[in-house]
Structures are given as structure tokens and as C-alpha cells.
């Protein structure tokens, strides 16, 4: 969601990328998935070209990376300075607090799109501040003081997935018993079929 695409496409390719992952992988202790500092190249390349461009730019990362296998590149990573390593973590955390920034509020920017850049997205947010929704607001809020708090109770759970599981059933009794349905949800914002989708293989428009 936060890359800008729909939440079955990531579950779907979360587990097919699994299973390719895991056989063609290099280790048997590789873990290969989802990971957030992907949210900020996903999202600037759906932004500017769309998910057709988000093809053919994995299609391209592919074979760089096939390359630099084969070519026994990976050395190089030991040139790169760590001041850059650092820098590149560090934007990226707050280009994804950024990103989260709206759906944090439950701002409303009626109609209009949000831009890609850091600048625009911050000047978007405060010009359409008077929207918040105070119950998103306060259930956002709730779930990263469970996420916070869970590690000092629970040390085999993690908090995320605590957090999960109560603000759900917490939601649910609000909007069932209250009649409150100013909180929104994943089943409000996006139509998720039941069905698995039809695999088939996307026109690719190579100039864009």
C-alpha cells in the first residue's frame, strides 16, 4: 500500500517471489520477501511511469544483478563509503514516515494527487491539515504505542503482530456497537477479491 499499488498484488507477489526466491537462491538461510526500503524506488517509479514502468524497471534490476553474479562484482561494495550507507538508511526512514504521513491524519486532498517529491508532499500535507481525521489519527497513534510497549511484556511476539490483532477487533467492535465509520480500513479504500488473479503477462510498452 504505502508503494502505491494494491494490497493483493503485494500478497501475491510477496509469496510467488518467495517461492522463486527460495529455489534459485544462493543460501539455505536467505530470506527473500517484501522489505520497506523498496517503498521509496517503487513508489517514485509508479508515481512518474506507472506499474507497466515498475515492470520493466524489475526486469532491468534483474539482469544487473545477473551480471554482477557472473561477473563476480559483488566485491565492490566494500569501496562504497559508510557515511553513504548510513545516509541512504536514513533517508529512507524518513522518506517512508513521509509517505505515511496522510494515512497517520487520515488527511483528505479532494481529488488531488499527491506528488512524488519529498517537498510536494510535505506542502500537500499542510495545506490540507484542516482535514484530519482524529479517530484515524488515534488509532494510528495506538497502534505504534502497542508496537512500542509489546517487546517489554512479550518477547516472542512481535509487536506489530499484537498490534494487528487488537486494533482489528478494536476497530470492528467501534464501528459494529458505536455506529462510528469515520475509521478507515483496508476493505474501504481497496475492493480485495477473493479469488487468486488470472496469471497473464502485461503489455510492456518498452519506450516509456
Given at each position: 500500500i504505502a508503494s502505491g499499488v494494491s494490497p493483493e498484488k503485494g500478497i501475491v507477489t510477496a509469496i510467488i517471489a518467495g517461492f522463486i526466491i527460495s529455489l534459485l537462491g544462493g543460501s539455505k538461510v536467505q530470506i527473500g520477501g517484501p522489505t520497506g526500503a523498496f517503498i521509496v524506488i517503487v513508489y517514485g517509479v509508479i508515481q512518474?511511469?506507472?506499474?507497466?514502468?515498475?515492470?520493466?524497471?524489475?526486469?532491468?534490476a534483474g539482469v544487473i544483478l545477473l551480471l554482477l553474479g557472473v561477473f563476480k562484482?559483488?566485491?565492490?561494495?566494500?569501496?562504497?563509503?559508510?557515511?553513504?550507507?548510513?545516509?541512504?538508511?536514513?533517508?529512507?526512514?524518513?522518506?517512508?514516515?513521509?509517505?505515511?504521513?496522510?494515512?497517520?491524519?487520515?488527511?483528505?486532498?479532494?481529488g488531488e494527487k499527491a506528488?512524488?517529491?519529498?517537498?510536494?508532499?510535505?506542502?500537500?500535507?499542510?495545506?490540507?491539515?484542516?482535514?484530519?481525521?482524529?479517530?484515524?489519527?488515534?488509532?494510528?497513534?495506538?497502534?505504534?504505542a502497542i508496537i512500542a510497549l509489546t517487546p517489554r511484556f512479550l518477547k516472542k511476539i512481535p509487536g506489530s503482530l499484537v498490534a494487528i490483532v487488537l486494533i482489528t477487533v478494536i476497530v470492528y467492535l467501534i464501528k459494529t456497537f458505536t455506529g462510528i465509520d469515520?475509521?478507515?480500513?483496508?476493505?474501504?479504500?481497496?475492493?480485495?477479491?477473493?479469488?487468486?488473479?488470472?496469471?497473464?503477462?502485461?503489455?510492456?510498452?518498452?519506450?516509456?
Open positions: 512518474q511511469y506507472g506499474e507497466t514502468g515498475l515492470i520493466i524497471a524489475t526486469i532491468m562484482l559483488g566485491v565492490v561494495i566494500k569501496f562504497i563509503p559508510y557515511p553513504i550507507i548510513v545516509g541512504f538508511t536514513s533517508g529512507i526512514a524518513v522518506t517512508i514516515f513521509t509517505t505515511q504521513i496522510a494515512d497517520i491524519f487520515g488527511l483528505s486532498f479532494g506528488p512524488g517529491d519529498f517537498v510536494g508532499k510535505w506542502l500537500l500535507y499542510f495545506r490540507h491539515f484542516d482535514s484530519i481525521n482524529w479517530w484515524n489519527t488515534a488509532v494510528a497513534m495506538l497502534s505504534i469515520s475509521i478507515d480500513t483496508i476493505g474501504d479504500r481497496f475492493s480485495i477479491k477473493s479469488e487468486l488473479p488470472d496469471a497473464e503477462i502485461p503489455a510492456i510498452n518498452w519506450e516509456a
